[in-house]
């Protein structure tokens, strides 16, 4: 398989879930459709603590654990719910073409909540930390 897209979305879930999704496939565009599945699964704050979950979980099962940025998820969580309010895509892949710049431009995204490097800041990495300059919707 070479793209996350082969997959429909519940075996997409499914696959990352039980760790069988082939890692190369879970780059940026995938974490987006993951919030973006969990988000119209499971409303916002549930797709948070399962994102947050499966994402350690997938890190400590292909990786070395230490991956995991509780901020950055939980940002981007949000980052797309608020596309997700403005959307009428009924999938992914239209979702992502109406809102590129979750793909293209997704730091420059939470660089205008955060007056910080979010990425680089140890304590956001094991901690949510709250915008400091616009607030989430």
Known sequence: MNDHYQLSDSDFEKKFEDCSLE??????????????????????????????????????????????????????????????????????????GEFPRLKTSFKELLDQHYGFNVLSDEKAKTIYVLPDLVPFS
């Open 23 to 96: 890692p190369s496939l879970f780059n940026h565009e995938a974490h987006v459709r993951l919030a973006w599945v969990y988000i119209k699964k499971y409303g916002e704050a549930i797709a948070i603590q399962k994102i947050c979950e499966d994402i350690k979980r997938f890190d400590r099962t292909h990786g070395d654990g230490n991956k995991f940025h509780v901020t950055l998820t939980v940002a981007s969580v949000k980052a797309v719910n608020h596309f997700i309010k403005k959307s009428s895509s009924s999938s992914f892949k239209a979702f992502i």
